[in-house]
């Protein structure tokens, strides 16, 4: 099982970015599919951003397309998430998560292992 710990969180105002990472332990992600998803107060996690480690093909939720980067460092064997253009809607916990497997699937209730989050606060 692989272990993940999510960094990079914080306050930051509309417009500004932030960058998240990913770091993974136990397990190499060079057979996993790694996911972001987040989840507000009152809602259900929701799919962000995800990333087919072999091929590095990503994936992006339409609410995020062309302000958000995933990308990954196979040397750290850690995954970011680059966030710009920040919106006050984009304000929740930030995890990441990973499945092992090879296919664009971003069901949350598929990947077994889930960082512990990161919270991402935008003002107004």
């Known amino acids: 099982q692989v272990q993940l710990v999510e960094s990079g969180g914080g306050l930051v105002q509309a417009g500004g970015s932030l960058r998240l990472s990913c770091a993974a332990s136990?397990?190499?992600?060079?057979?996993?599919?790694v996911g972001w998803f987040r989840q507000a107060p009152g809602k259900q996690h929701e799919f962000v951003a995800g990333?087919?480690?072999?091929?590095?093909?990503?994936y992006y939720a339409d609410s995020v397309k062309g302000r958000f980067t995933i990308s990954r460092d196979n040397a750290k064997n850690t995954v970011y998430l680059q966030m710009n253009s920040l919106k006050p809607e984009d304000t929740a916990v930030y995890y990441c998560?990973?499945?092992?497997?090879?296919?664009?699937?971003?069901?949350?209730?598929?990947?077994?292992?889930w960082g512990q989050g990161t919270q991402v606060t935008v003002s107004s």
């Open positions: 998560a990973g499945r092992r497997g090879a296919s664009g699937s971003y069901y949350s209730a598929d990947f077994g292992s």
């Open positions: 136990g397990r190499t992600l060079s057979s996993y599919v």
């Open positions: 990333i087919i480690w072999s091929g590095g093909i990503t």
